[in-house]
C-alpha cells in the first residue's frame, strides 16, 4: 500500500488549497481513505473520511462547512478541498488508509490507530 499526498502549500487566510492522496499498490476501491493533521506541539488528529462503498463522509467539527473530501475511484485519488482557510488550519496534512471493511461514519471521530498505512504528508500553511 502506498499512499502519496501533495497539493499543500502557503496561502493566506480565507483561501483555498486542494488536497491529493493519489494511492497505489492495492484495490483502491475497497478502502476508505481518512485525512489527518498534524501542527507543532500538537498531537495528530483526524479532519475527514469517506468510505469505499457509497462515499460516506465525516468532518471534524473544526472543519465543516470548510472541507469537502471526494473520490476518484479510476484515478485511484482521494481529494480534500479546502475553503475558508484560517490559521489554525496549519498543519502536515497526511492521507491514511484503514483495513478493508472500515466505514467513515458521519459522526464517528477518526482515531491514529485505525489508519495502518499512511502517506508521507504535506504542509499547509495558513498565514498573511
Known amino acids: 500500500v502506498q499512499l502519496q499526498a501533495s497539493g499543500g502549500g502557503l496561502v493566506q487566510p480565507g483561501g483555498s488549497l486542494r488536497l491529493s492522496c493519489a494511492a497505489s499498490?492495492?484495490?483502491?476501491?475497497?478502502?476508505?481513505i481518512g485525512w489527518f493533521r498534524q501542527a507543532p506541539g500538537k498531537e495528530r488528529e483526524g479532519v475527514s473520511c469517506?468510505?469505499?462503498?457509497?462515499?460516506?463522509?465525516y468532518y471534524a467539527d473544526s472543519v465543516k462547512g470548510r472541507f469537502t473530501i471526494s473520490r476518484d475511484n479510476a484515478k485511484n485519488t482521494v481529494y480534500l478541498q479546502m475553503n475558508s482557510l484560517k490559521p489554525e488550519d496549519t498543519a502536515v496534512y497526511y492521507c491514511?488508509?484503514?483495513?478493508?471493511?472500515?466505514?467513515?461514519?458521519?459522526?464517528?471521530?477518526?482515531?491514529?490507530?485505525?489508519?495502518?498505512?499512511w502517506g508521507q504528508g504535506t504542509q499547509v500553511t495558513v498565514s498573511s
Open positions: 491514511a488508509a484503514p483495513p478493508v471493511g472500515y466505514y467513515c461514519g458521519a459522526d464517528v471521530e477518526l482515531h491514529v490507530g485505525d489508519f495502518g498505512s
Open positions: 469517506i468510505s469505499s462503498v457509497d462515499s460516506n463522509s
Open positions: 499498490g492495492f484495490t483502491f476501491g475497497y478502502y476508505a
